[in-house]
């Protein structure tokens, strides 16, 4: 038999394979975070009919001579190339611009995907359209506070999920007392001079709100203002504010001895009292001023304070490091997780499983797990998908190529047969 015929063989299983790749990709021209193949060839070995010589006795060296037996599949290679993004709104959709897989799993197993359409299902929990959990790192439920160097594991967020209140403990106050305010005498009805009236709202251990009115008051002693008195909202024991005086140089700062924080004590009803040398509230006042106002008026007000109200969980937000933040229903926002990636030294070396997944290979190297944004990472783009890489143009093109390489690989096996036959008709 003739060789020329096996070659013309390995030339239509190989284009019949490549035309496989070819046919694949097309079908997947719209599957979310699909990446492209490409088949590459490469000769078989070859028959020696003669080996090479050296020049030698006057005479010049010969080439060897070869026969190729045919080709064969040199690689079938994934090309992970950024594919183009398609914006869909929902919050959950997200897109790994750059580098780096989602990581996604059921409980045994861990798979990594380009697909980011996740959602969540009736039990909170953040899932891929085929049921698997999205992996990343759960915040802490008290101080909100996420260790991205823990465990990783699914994320789970209830919609409609309670945050348990906050007792105030801190309050910063900001804003200018004006120097030529006019001093305070109360001695007189009705008084005269100015004071301040500073709204504050602070929360107790359950939770509830109570409003505060912190009155300065300038003072007889220049420069120097006093917390003369505060409001009772109600209170089993009355509030009272110790500290003070808030004194002020000659070019309006607080002094060292007149910008130590005020102290608010006293007990609500049914809550956990605001005690002085357990939990007071604090009142930081090193951001106030003194300068003179060309209003004659002092505008002081509150700057942050650290307690609220019990909530629920309303909504949230995906950023572009992956954090889940959290609104709840009393106005407070909180981290609630973050979304994990990982990346591959070698991520044409992972192995599809189907349904947009990967695992690791011996070749791929190991999952170099962290945040969006870091160790070459790419960032998260929430709101968006990634859609297959596939070229149609180039798909198209390929694919006349490979047809044309069938054919040519055809003749070779009907010419070769024709030439057996002339062969075989020597003998008539």
Sequence with gaps: MMRSMFSGVSGLRNHQLRMDVI???????NTIGYKRARVTFQ???SQNIRGASSPQGGKGGTNPQQIGLGMTVNSIDILHTQGSSETTGKVTDMMVDGDGFF??????????TRAGNFDFDSAGNLISPSGLMVKGWMADDSSGDIDTTGAISGIQIPKGQAIQPQETQNISLVGNLDANAVTYDDTVTPPTGTTVPVSLTVYDSLGNSWPLTLHLD??????????TRIDNPGWTTAPSVSGGPIIFDSTGKLTAAGDGPL?????????????????PITVDISSLTGYASDSGESNVELNSQD??????LNGYSIDKTGIVTGRFSNGLTKQLAQV?????????GLMKVGENNYVSSNNSGQAQIGTAGSGGRGDISPGKIEMSNVDLSQEFTDMIVTQRGFQANSRIITVSDEMLQELVNLKR
Excluded: H
Excluded at 23 to 29: K, R
Excluded at 264 to 279: K, S
């Design 103 to 112: 990581m996604v799993g059921d409980g045994n197993n861990t798979f990594y």
């Design 218 to 227: 300038k003072d007889s002693a220049s420069g120097q203002w006093l917390v």
């Design 307 to 312: 307690g609220y109200s019990s909530g629920v």
């Design 340 to 348: 994990t990636l990982a990346n591959f030294n070698n991520p044409a």
């Design 23 to 29: 046919g694949n990709n097309i079908a997947n021209v």
């Design 263 to 279: 102290v608010i004590t006293g007990a609500p009803p049914n809550a956990n009292a605001f005690v002085a040398g357990t939990n």
């Design 43 to 45: 000769d078989m070995l």
